[in-house]
């Protein structure tokens, strides 16, 4: 699938200064008007998955396939026009701006084929009244052509790529239903967008095991030419049965008993990754490749809103509009309990504004364990995505992130160089003057207040003493 595992947090992005212009095609009809009146909303992010979870891939870490659960066996998953049109009209209609942000996702969004994709650029231009639209499109890239190419280029979508790394680190997981590499697949498709001249990015799930290859999988995606690095930790609790729904990757508050699983990323390893990787760009590559994840903390050091939803004191704000139009509280979030309603029965903005979207968003910062509040690196992860809030603080309280070892671990290590780098900013200078300045600067990572040094319990949850688990 393009993966699932990216969620809402990895809706293909790149620079802000580089995001297309508007899509562009020959109009479906007359231009009608569907700019609200009257004060303006808090805008939102809407995902949309065309094709459900069904994808031409079956990645062994994706969490959303068993989804198909959620529907009546047999269905196949495809987006009617009915609701097509009734979702463009609407999210045009909820956005004031000048510019909208379409996502298009799955599952595997491609396997609609073409058509459905020229009805989604003729419908944009026929309810836009005038304004630009950008489309961003997440795939796993397989079933990538030079038509699928000239189309993308010639309608400005930014590309979002899922490929894990070179083909011993991406085959690991991504395979297809025969249980085959799909790495040759995709790095054909990556061979179109590039040849197209396709503006892309990629996306890269980290594993338990790819996180050990850290300058490898960095090396790799740099000479395969992206620009925009989205690095996504995969974190799964299995139950021992399945539930109601049938379904057994289940949520935070759900199955006590729940074991996380054996690709899911350690927390240490993913912190030990992201410092591999930035210490390899922080020498060479500031300035002409963009990191997700230190983009996101720059940003925090300068005193930012959170770029992304996981490192935001809330959430909330990004939905999921499934196939048939049922709309979701998160991609993450996807079971029964968090649905929200369907589109065609109940108005997309009354939804996203609905007391249980505003408690579901709410509960991101209340419900935050006094842990989390206490530590210096709050500002810059607000605790995580609140479905990798797995964990027992030192003290017992609930809901540590799964990957807060990983988050400290890569905080510390940045900081001297954010440091540096926020400062150039501040004073108008670019980022990459930081690059000849580098061995100056000795990364250091001291205890925070509420860690107790190294003799106290490891805040991964392990039991171990700090400087025998994650402090290592």
Known sequence: ?????????????????????????????????????????????????????????????????????????????RMSDE??????????????????????QGGEP???????????????????????????????????????GDFLAANRFLVGLSIDGPPEVHDRHRIDRGGRPSFALVDRGLRVLRDAGVLFNTLTVVTRQSAEHGALVYQFLREE???????IPIVERRAVASNANGLTLVGPQDHPRARVTGWSVDPSGYGRFLNEVFDRWVRTDVGRVFLQPVDIALGAWLGQPAGLCTAAETCGRAVVVEHNGDVYSCDHFVYPACRLGNLLEQPLVELVASPAQQRFGAAKRDALPQYCRACTYLFACHGGCPKHRILRTPAGE?????????????????????????????????????????DQLVPSSPPDAN??????????????????????
């Open 451 to 472: 860690t107790g040094g190294r003799n106290a319990p490891c805040p991964c949850g392990s039991g171990r003493k700090r400087k025998r688990c994650c402090g290592r």
């Open 225 to 231: 030419g992206s620009g925009f690095l989205q690095f």
């Open 1 to 77: 699938m393009a993966c699932a595992a990216c969620g809402a947090t990895a809706a293909p992005q790149v620079a802000a200064a580089e995001l297309p212009e508007a899509a562009s095609s020959e109009a479906a009809g007359r231009p009608t008007s569907t700019r609200p009146s009257g004060p303006r909303r808090p805008p939102f992010h809407a995902m949309a998955k065309p094709a459900g979870p069904d994808c031409n891939l079956a990645c062994s870490y994706c969490f959303y396939r068993e989804k198909e659960q959620l529907y009546p066996a047999g269905t196949v998953h």
């Open 110 to 148: 491609t396997l609609l084929g073409l058509g459905f994709f020229q009805r989604v650029v003729a419908l944009q231009t026929r309810y836009a009244n005038g304004r630009q639209v950008t489309n961003a499109l997440q795939t796993n890239g397989v079933l990538l052509d030079s038509q699928w």
């Open 83 to 104: 609701v097509l049109e009734s979702y463009v009209r609407q999210y045009l209609a909820a956005h004031d701006g000048d510019t909208v942000e379409f996502a298009w």
């Open 398 to 438: 609930p809901g540590l992130n799964y990957l807060c070892a990983g988050y400290r671990a890569f905080y510390g290590h940045l900081a001297p160089y954010l440091d540096a780098m926020a400062g150039l900013l501040r004073a108008g200078r670019p980022a990459a003057e930081i690059m000849p300045c580098v």
